[in-house]
């Protein structure tokens, strides 16, 4: 089975001192807006990364703290990308023809891109 190609944010974790187990989190649509994208990521890094007492200042009605961690835009030679945290840290990319294939034997999914540049 395998899906059309779109295009869409992808977000993954990644590191600098190896392999990630499970590199892909999310699919998100192009269409949404980038600061959309940026608090989306921030909220799934800290979901991930910290813990409850880490969060709670920033969940605060009055006053809320700021993010231990805030999700950043960088501009790289391939082109836009949103991170947030520290290694293993998320990256959201835009990407084109993003198509997802899943064995029928084995289950296991296969995602294929190109990137997009902004």
Same mark, same amino acid.
């Given at each position: 089975?395998?899906?059309?190609?779109?295009?869409?944010?992808?977000?993954?974790?990644?590191?600098?001192?190896?392999?990630?187990?499970?590199?892909?989190?999310?699919?998100?649509?192009?269409? *949404?807006?980038? #600061?959309? @994208?940026?608090?989306? &990521?921030?909220? +799934?890094?800290?979901?991930?990364?910290?813990?409850?007492?880490?969060?709670?200042?920033?969940?605060?009605?009055?006053?809320?703290?700021?993010?231990?961690?805030?999700?950043?835009?960088?501009?790289?030679?391939?082109?836009?990308?949103?991170?947030?945290? *520290?290694?293993? #840290?998320? @990256?959201?990319?835009? &990407?084109?023809? +993003?198509?997802?294939?899943?064995?029928?034997?084995?289950?296991?999914?296969?995602?294929?891109?190109?990137?997009?540049?902004?």
């Amino acid at each position: 089975m395998k899906t059309k190609p779109m295009t869409a944010w992808l977000i993954m974790w990644e590191s600098e001192h190896g392999a990630v187990e499970r590199p892909y989190v999310d699919i998100v649509s192009f269409r *949404r807006n980038l #600061y959309h @994208v940026m608090d989306y &990521v921030q909220r +799934l890094h800290d979901v991930h990364r910290l813990s409850l007492v880490e969060r709670a200042p920033a969940a605060r009605y009055n006053k809320p703290a700021a993010p231990l961690y805030k999700a950043q835009v960088h501009r790289t030679r391939p082109g836009l990308e949103i991170r947030c945290g *520290r290694d293993p #840290y998320l @990256v959201a990319r835009p &990407v084109k023809n +993003l198509t997802v294939r899943r064995s029928e034997r084995t289950g296991v999914e296969t995602l294929c891109w190109m990137r997009h540049r902004l």
